[in-house]
């Protein structure tokens, strides 16, 4: 390998010609040596070759003449770069001088001549500096790879020492972030021999051919740099030198591609309807040359706009990489992550939105992209508001678009237009009020100057107007000379009317000029040659001196496009000659109006669903989506579905639907799972009907919505529509709600407080002979409600946790009554569910129950009223037990108690001992008896009966104890249960 490398040195010295010569003929002997050492390069003036990561760039020609406009300015020039345009390379030359000495650049077709002349030193040196910048920002620019080429390395030795030569020495540095480094070299020529960086002349030769190989010097860096020194002077061998020169050129350097991005935001329209949808596209572009990677999009929230959840990847950029998207919660909060977007491609997402701002404003909404590298960069738009309705044009002044009604008020009705049965205007009047079918339309003149006898006036006057609202006034200068107002008391598409004989006189001394004060106005149809626009072409006047009539008309026309009911539509008229007084005149002006006309959209309706809670069905095998549709006349395809989960309706409105006049429309909602009929009654509905025309005659609906059960579906109607409506109805619809209600009553069967005897138990005839009493149902003709007790709905198998809680009624004809409602999704999960009746009165009035405390209600699918949940109470005088004692004496030697006599009366004493009458040593037997005189069994009833015993220590205890001589207690004596009677 050594011997390969060291030949090829030898054929270095050669001229270009023999060396490409030599190379073709070595081709075999060196292949195994070129592609172990790929590197190498074989030409006299190689570039380095840049990583796979970096892209390679080259001054172009012109960069030199560039360059050479930066010579000791401080300036920095751009680079063109390879490719062009892609690293905003900027460089600054600076060629340091040494006293005496005169440093002349110039440059040549691919390259920058140095030339220096100076006779003080012979060891001067001057020091051209190539600095590297990033243009857009003026930070230093590290580049890699970096190769120059020096030419004219050459030598004159003087033959005396009076002689002036010059031996040239070129040293070359680099500047890396850390400090100075030399370069390597990678060619020399033939008359050169080098010391590291260092170059210089190995013999007597002068090099008079530009770029000559054989004096050149090449070179590259190992390492980035963001600057490059050659400083130029003498060797040793030169003591008096003259002038020299040196020329160099750039061949080579590689960078990274710049990160470059770009990003746009538009929902492709200019005005939109307040409560309506738009749709923002975000787009965020990679311009650069290199893959993007962690870039934050931020979207904040702004009043007036609420961002939908269901934000997807835009399907109509082709060049789009969008797999995931971000939440509403990630744009208007810490940002969003981009994922990676690869050269040439974008992220573009779509936003759906809901516009809730007021009509007539504006609102815009900017989105931002960051990168740690970067600036950041936004993009906004903007919209005006207007209303939902908003319609008509005014690009085709005083008609009406297809299918919309004129009215009209004028001399010359237009075919179709409705006319009021009154066109006059009694002169002098300054306003007056026409009906059209109902529909009130008011003309008003205000702010009135310089106004003479008689005016305002309706009709023609000779050689000005014809069939005109005329106004006459003495011609002071005025900027306001009158204001004319128009309402009219239904939402128009349009409105305009016709101007007449507004021009100039130099004589009367008057320009005329005419200016819309309400927003959106068009003026059209005039005269070019006799009119000219200021204010934003808001306000026009006639040109010095053209002088109109009706034999030289120059009408034009006024229009505006829709606008709400009652919004004014105003103009001003004034003299704005500057030579007219203002306080007298020479002459007076006419001007007048005529051809006013307005008109009415055909009846419109728009369709909102919101909902109030969550679905009731909502997983993704199944979830609740709400269709609504408009029938009637010759309305078709107009039905609407949502999307959205959980409480979300996205796509919650129909489109504004043109109806018809004088025809009913009904509304009809259904709920859809998939492609499944759902039952609409699983949700309650409200709705709400709106008409921004307030005198209609269309009527909106107020009763509840009709529900369908075999179609289940639920509809309204709305009839008698005219033009000029504007309908607006929002169904909201929340989740059925489980209603438990039943009432805690007194189960008295009717028996009354003062009939009622704790110690009755006969049941068989008289007051408790009564199968209402006591039987644990509300009977509604015979009992009432009680008041002081709470019903809670509770977990049965943990009571702690509680749904609801109510207190029962406690006044009038609801007392006891109770009514529980939970939503749907309260209890998702929960069944069954149990109902718990207290009554935590220290002494209840009805104390002892007649049902459980605690009731289970198992819930059914599709089943969300459990109605009759009652509990029932007595007072403690209506208990269900009555206890009765009795006794009997005996001789304590009798087997056979049911012989003996019992009395509930105390005993008697005698001698005899027997049955009633008792005597000392005898024993006396209890007959206990407990009597179930209610309508429903008694389960679990103990029965306890403790014999007195004597305490010699307590006085108060009884002076006997009895003790128990027979029978012996056993067991089956005594069942566990009463049955009632």
């Known amino acids: 390998m050594y011997q390969v490398q060291r030949f090829l040195d030898s054929i270095s010295n050669c001229s270009f010609s023999h060396y490409m010569y030599r190379i073709v003929a070595l081709t075999t002997f060196i292949a195994f040596w070129l592609m172990s050492n790929l590197s190498f390069a074989l030409e006299p003036n190689p570039g380095a070759i840049c990583p796979s990561s970096t892209v390679q760039g080259k001054f172009a020609d012109n960069d030199y003449a560039n360059l050479l406009s930066s010579y000791n300015n401080n300036n920095y020039v751009a680079i063109a770069g390879t490719p062009a345009n892609t690293i905003p390379l900027s460089v600054n030359m600076n060629i340091s001088q040494t006293k005496n000495s005169t440093v002349t650049p110039s440059i040549g077709s691919t390259y920058l001549h ?16 190539l600095s590297f910048r990033n243009s857009s920002n003026a930070t230093p620019l590290y580049l890699s790879n970096v190769a120059l080429s020096i030419f004219d390395i050459d030598r004159s030795i003087p033959n005396t020492n009076n002689g002036r030569g010059w031996s040239d020495k070129v040293t070359i540095t680099g500047k890396t972030a850390s400090g100075d480094i030399i370069a390597n070299k990678t060619f020399g020529g033939s008359n050169i021999t080098n010391s590291q960086n260092i170059f210089f002349p190995n013999k007597d030769v002068q090099c008079s051919t530009v770029l000559d190989t054989s004096c050149q010097a090449s070179i590259s860096f190992s390492q980035p740099v963001d600057s490059v020194t050659m400083s130029y002077g003498h060797t040793d061998e030169v003591r008096k030198p003259s002038n020299q020169d040196i020329d160099f050129r750039v061949d080579n350097y590689c960078y990274t591609p710049p ?38 999009l931020k979207d904040p929230i702004v009043s007036g706009l609420s961002k939908r959840s269901s934000i997807t990847c835009d399907t109509t950029d082709t060049s789009n990489s969008c797999t995931t998207v971000p939440t509403v919660s990630q744009l208007e909060g810490a940002g969003f992550t981009i994922p990676s977007i690869a050269v040439g491609k974008s992220y573009s997402i779509r936003i759906p939105t809901f516009v809730s701002a007021s009509t007539g404003s504006t609102v815009t909404n900017t989105a931002t992209i960051s990168h740690t590298t970067l600036s950041t960069k936004s993009a906004s738009d903007s919209n005006t508001v207007t209303s939902i309705f908003d319609g008509g044009s005014t690009t085709t002044p005083a008609t009406c678009s297809s299918g919309h009604q004129m009215y009209y008020f004028g001399a010359n009705k237009p075919a179709g237009a409705i006319q009021p049965s009154n066109i006059s205007w009694a002169n002098g009047s300054v306003s007056n009020e026409y009906t059209f079918n109902g529909i009130k339309f008011k003309l008003a003149f205000s702010e009135i100057e310089h106004l003479l006898s008689g005016y305002p006036s309706y009709g023609s006057n000779s050689n000005a107007t014809e069939n005109a609202l005329n106004m006459f006034h003495s011609s002071q200068r005025a900027a306001i000379n009158h204001k004319l107002t128009a309402t009219i008391d239904r939402p128009v598409s349009k409105y305009g009317f016709v101007v007449q004989d507004l021009d100039t006189n130099e004589i009367g001394k008057y320009i005329e000029s005419m200016s819309l004060v309400t927003a959106g106005g068009l003026l059209s149809k005039y005269r070019n040659d006799y009119f000219s626009f200021s204010n934003s072409n808001r306000t026009i006047s006639g040109t010095q001196w053209n002088n109109c009539s009706t ?5 034009f026309n006024v229009d505006w496009g829709y606008n709400s009911a009652n919004t004014p539509f105003v103009v001003t008229h004034g003299n704005t000659y500057s030579e007219a007084s203002t306080t007298s005149s020479t002459g007076n002006h006419l001007m007048g109006y005529s051809d006013f006309y307005f008109c009415l959209a055909p009846p419109k309706l728009i369709v909102k669903k919101a909902l109030n809670g969550n679905r009731i069905h909502d997983t993704d095998s199944k979830r609740d989506q709400f269709e609504i549709k408009v029938t009637g006349g010759s309305i078709t395809a107009n039905s609407f579905t949502t999307t959205g989960t959980g409480a979300t309706i996205n796509n919650d409105s129909s489109k504004v ?4 006049e004088s025809t009913n429309y009904t509304i009809t909602e259904r709920v859809m799972n998939g492609s499944t009929l759902g039952d609409i009654s699983h949700y309650n ?47 909201t619809n929340s989740p059925a709600s489980y209603t438990f209600s039943g009432i805690v009553f007194n189960d008295n069967g009717g028996i009354t407080d003062a009939q009622a005897d704790v110690r009755n138990a006969n049941f068989l005839n008289g007051t408790y002979n009564n199968a209402n009493y006591f039987n644990g149902l509300f009977d509604t003709a015979t009992e009432t409600g009680i008041a002081g007790s709470t019903v809670s709905l509770v977990n049965c198998t943990n009571a702690s946790t509680v749904y609801a809680t109510k207190a029962v009624e406690n006044s009038g004809s609801t007392t006891g009554k109770y009514q529980i409602t939970v939503a749907s999704s309260t209890l998702a999960g929960n069944n069954p569910v149990c109902l718990v009746e207290i009554n935590n009165a220290t002494n209840p009035a009805y104390p002892i129950r007649t049902t459980t405390e605690k009731q289970s209600i198992t819930l059914i699918a599709d089943s969300y009223s459990y109605t009759n949940n009652d509990f029932g109470r007595v007072i403690a005088n209506n208990a269900a037990l009555v206890l009765e004692k009795e006794q009997a004496a005996n001789n304590c030697t009798f087997t056979n108690f049911t012989s003996l006599t019992y009395s509930k009366n105390p005993l008697s004493s005698s001698t005899s001992g027997i049955g009633t009458d008792i005597k000392p040593g005898q024993c006396i037997a209890y007959k206990i008896t407990a009597t179930n005189r209610a309508n429903i069994a008694i389960d679990n009833f103990v029965m306890r009966d403790v014999l007195q015993r004597n305490d010699p220590n307590n006085p108060a205890d009884p002076t006997v104890t009895s003790v128990l001589a027979a029978p012996t207690r056993a067991s089956g004596i005594f069942n566990d249960g009463l049955s009632n009677g």
Do not use: H, W
Request: some cysteine; proline content about 1%.
């Open 114 to 129: 140095v030339d220096k002349t100076g006779n003080d030193k012979n060891l001067t040196t001057t020091a051209i500096t």
């Open 259 to 296: 990160l470059s991005y770009d990003i746009s935001k538009t929902d492709g329209i200019n005005s939109i309807g307040t409560n309506n949808t738009t749709n923002y596209i975000i787009k965020v572009t990679n311009t650069g040359s290199t893959t993007l990677n962690d870039i934050i």
């Open 551 to 555: 034999s030289n008309s120059c009408n």
């Open 657 to 660: 639907l043109s109806l018809a």
């Open 685 to 731: 509905a409200t709705y709400t009907c709106t008409n921004a025309t307030t005198n209609s005659t269309t009527v909106i609906p107020t009763a509840a919505m009709q529900y369908d059960a075999t179609a289940k579906t639920r509809s309204f109607t709305i009839a008698n529509t005219t033009y000029g409506d504007e309908i607006t109805c929002t169904i």
